[in-house]
């Protein structure tokens, strides 16, 4: 792929320096071809059968932007081994023939993940310009274990930048394509294994439906859903508990949050969180993100979570708060909310203590009437 790119780039060299010389008249014995700047890419998906690599041969294209990344080969597949990396958005790429992703915006990694706990994935894609389509990417956590699953990271209405600043991604002319190991978040140690990484339609995701209402999580399971943005919150489980410790949190917009199963606000749309808190009386922020990365950041729900040795539900009722202003003002679809997001005191005092979620569920009128007494 490398041999390719410095290809176009001498070709785009050559083309800039020929510009300089007397125009001439060509006609059909010139035997002349004129290069011009492709004005889409390869359908992504027709890429060699949609196979970005399978890791089958040398990884000389791939790069590695500090030293706490190491990538080698271990059969057909590739081994990530991270040294405390993250907080500082360490990542590892590569620079990919032009591709198109307008019809096929799917990205699906085979992997799996060695260490302590388990890291979160997210992916980035750069236009021919640079522009970096950061302002939603997409997340996956990565399990524990020896074998591998499948994670689905879906573009769709995803191709805008937000930093450094606002610009629209050129989805038709990616060229490069970066991978974070929990970027902006806490350091992570361990090793990701790679068996391959495809581009596929939306269509070949599994589908989910939405359900109407539900729990969001009990805290049976293992944590391996939710992640932290930041190295001053960490997440434990304390038995059926979630214990969020935060240090200093609140001015910075530190977040938490997980993918959830889609949900049907239309049908539900009010949100039971049985909490409590240690060491004061946090604010506890919670939005909700659409199938098109859509947040519920206009009108923001915003609880106190009392400091108390008891759980107590507080109820967060959407009704009428289906509105984006941050990047900019969108309509939220709430017929397939997809991610829950959390802000502890949010651009308020900073927070030091604790907060322990038991239980986190989308209920109708009628439960919320029901649990309330009325």
């Not at 080969?73 to 360490?90: E, F, M, P, Q």
């Not at 956590?141 to 930048?161: A, N, S, T």
Request: charge should be negative; charged fraction near 25%; include cysteine.
């Amino acid at each position: 792929m490398k041999f390719l790119a410095s290809i176009l780039i001498l070709l785009a060299v050559t083309a800039k320096q020929c510009a300089t010389f007397e125009s001439q008249a060509l006609d059909d014995d010139s035997q002349i071809a004129v290069v011009e700047d492709p004005d889409i890419g390869t359908p992504a998906c027709q890429f060699q059968k949609g196979t970005l690599d399978e890791f089958n041969g040398e990884i000389y294209s791939w790069w590695v932007s500090n030293d706490q990344t190491k990538l080698s080969r271990t059969g057909d597949t590739l081994k990530v081994v991270g040294n405390a990396i993250g907080s500082k958005w360490d990542c590892f790429g590569t620079e990919t023939a032009l591709l198109d992703f307008s019809k096929c915006s799917v990205i699906k990694i085979r992997c799996r993940a060695e260490g302590e706990k388990p890291p979160t994935v997210i992916l980035h894609m750069k236009d021919i310009n640079q522009m970096d389509a950061n302002a939603d990417s997409p997340k996956q956590r990565i399990h524990l274990g020896k074998e591998y699953k499948d994670y689905y990271f879906d573009f769709g209405g995803k191709w805008r930048q937000s930093w450094p600043d606002n610009q629209i991604v050129d989805e038709k002319m990616i060229h490069d394509f970066l991978i974070f190991i929990n970027g902006g978040m806490a350091d992570w140690t361990g090793t990701l294994y790679i068996d391959y990484i495809k581009v596929v339609s939306a269509d070949e995701m599994p589908k989910v439906e939405a359900t109407n209402g539900g729990m969001v999580d009990d805290f049976q399971d293992e944590l391996y859903s939710w992640w932290v943005a930041n190295e001053k919150l960490n997440l434990e489980k304390k038995g059926d508990v979630m214990s969020l410790e935060c240090t200093g949190v609140g001015p910075g917009y530190e977040t938490f949050g997980r993918a959830i199963t889609p949900m049907d606000f239309t049908k539900a749309q009010i949100v039971r969180v049985k909490a409590r808190a240690e060491g004061g009386v946090p604010n506890l922020r919670m939005d909700f993100k659409d199938k098109n990365g859509h947040i519920t950041n206009k009108e923001p729900l915003v609880m106190k979570i009392e400091e108390s040795g008891e759980f107590k539900n507080y109820y967060y009722n959407y009704a009428g708060k289906y509105a984006q202003s941050y990047p900019d003002n969108q309509t939220v679809d709430p017929s397939s909310m997809k991610d829950v997001i959390f802000f502890v005191n949010p651009g308020g005092e900073p927070f030091t203590g604790k907060i322990f979620i038991d239980e986190i569920e989308v209920i109708t009128d009628e439960q919320y009437k029901k649990l309330t007494n009325q």
